[in-house]
Structures are given as C-alpha cells and as structure tokens.
C-alpha cells in the first residue's frame, strides 16, 4: 500500500504536475467566474515553475543531500559492492534490449570500476520496475548485459529484481545476500539518495560503507537566477524535492530512525 500511495501522491505533488493542476483550476475559476481563485492558482503555478526553472533553489536543495554523506577512503577489501537500481532507461531497454542508461547511470558504471578493482568481490545489483504506470525491464534484469560488456563475470553477480523502491532494495537484498559479521560490502547508488538508502540498509541489518556517486551540483551553486538550463534546473528541483519527501515519508512511517540520517546513526 505505501508503493501505491507514494507514487500516487509523487504524482500529483511534483513541481511541474502540480503547476499544470494549479493552472487547470485556475481556468475552471476563470470560467466559473471565481476570479480571486483563477488569480490565486495561476500566480501560484507560475512562482512554482520560475523557482524551479529560473532558479537554483533545485541545487541548493541537492546539495545538503549531497554532502551528507562524503565518499569515505577505499577500503582494503571488499567483500560486495551493491548497486541499487535506477540507473537505465527501462522502457527503451524492454523495447530494444540493450542497456541505455540515464542521468543515475553512474551508478553502473561506478559499479563495473569498483568490480574491475576488487575483482573477487560479488556485486549484487537491487532494482525491479519501479514504475506505476509505465513498463519498463528492472535493472537488475538489464545490468548484466552492461556489466558482461565491462568485462564482470556472470558468477559474480547476484540479482534482486523484485524490489520497486529503496526500502525493497535493502529488505530483499539484505534476504538474498544474508551478510556475515566482519564483512565488508560497498553500497553504491546517486549521492543525493545516500542518506536514505544508507539509513534503509541500517535498520534492515546489512552494515554497508557508503559510495556516493552521481552527484548533480559542484555545492558552490549558492543563490542566483539562471545558473543552469531550465530544463536541467526543473530536473533538480523536482530530484530534490522528491528526495526530501521521501525522507520525510520514511521518517514518518518508521522506515528510517531520523528525518535527515547522518553518517554514525
């Protein structure tokens, strides 16, 4: 049930769905005649959509997420690398077969490094569709496919295709895996979701050392207009602002033990 109502709720609260249904009442005010509520609806879609678009109030919101959790030194060894999903482009790959990646497809590539370096750890690769609506192959059927092409021998990888959603990737990788005391796994996945895999990971019992990658601002973006593209910059917002409410979601929920986790606890 919490899936559903979180892709449910994500969908109407997103920053550009939510100025297009701003808009949309404030139309069906306007021809109703309530004009205050046409007013009301339209400024407020319009603040939403420059903010997001015009600003860098999508960075400066990344940027604590980012930084919350610094990639610590390599350890000497390791045992596992876990990879969480979220890195291709599902729907193409279904369609195609092949492995195209998105804007978190660092994530992947991180992974096939990491695995060329420490070339007797397994990697287990956490990622069904995550998707309500949309069908698309998991990445954890697609992987492999990439992953044998970066030079990862099948034996090594261990694939959990079932999980829609972080609190998915780390109960069932954490079933799959069954980590055994003084292990040493690396978990990789966007540093602005760090906190929150990392937090999910902890209380499901897979003691893990956190590999941010993926990051999407430089941290020095500050306050100012027109510091990206307005395409790249809505993107950020809506990464951000999405983050934060999972966060606050799984807080609330009692998913997670504390509404912005720290490294220690």
């Known amino acids: 049930m919490f899936f559903y109502l979180s892709k449910i709720f994500w969908f109407f609260i997103q ?52 930084q919350r959790f610094p990639r610590p030194p390599l350890p000497a060894k390791v045992d596992g690398i876990v990879v969480l999903g979220g890195g ?28 060329r370096r420490f070339p007797e750890a397994k990697v287990v690769v956490s990622g069904g569709n995550g998707e309500l609506f949309l069908d698309g192959e998991g990445d954890a059927t697609t992987a492999p496919r990439l992953l044998g092409a970066l030079g990862v021998a099948p034996e090594r990888l261990i694939l959990e295709s079932k999980s829609r959603n972080t609190y998915e990737n780390a109960v069932f990788t ?13 978990l990789v996945t966007s540093a602005f979701h760090m ?16 590999w941010p990658v993926d990051y999407r601002t430089s941290g020095k973006e500050g306050i100012g207009l027109f510091r990206d593209n307005p395409a790249d910059s809505l993107q950020a917002t809506t990464t951000a602002t999405r983050e934060w409410i999972g966060l606050v979601a799984y807080w609330l929920s009692g998913r997670i033990d504390r509404p912005f986790p720290a490294p220690g606890g």
């Open 174 to 186: 954490k079933a799959l895996v069954t980590p055994k005391p003084g292990e040493t796994w690396l």
């Open 88 to 115: 291709f482009e599902g729907a193409i790959n279904l369609a195609r077969g092949g492995y195209e990646l998105n804007a978190g497809g660092d994530r992947m590539v991180e992974a096939a490094v990491l695995a």
């Open 195 to 210: 906190p929150r895999a990392k937090a999910l990971f902890d209380k499901a019992g897979f003691p893990t050392v956190p």
């Open 15 to 66: 920053p550009l769905n939510l100025a297009i249904f701003l808009l949309l009442a404030g139309l069906l005010a306007a021809m109703i005649g309530r004009r205050r509520f046409a007013v009301t609806g339209s400024a407020v879609a319009f603040l939403i959509l420059a903010l997001a678009a015009w600003t860098s109030l999508g960075a400066m919101m990344l940027t604590p997420l980012e």
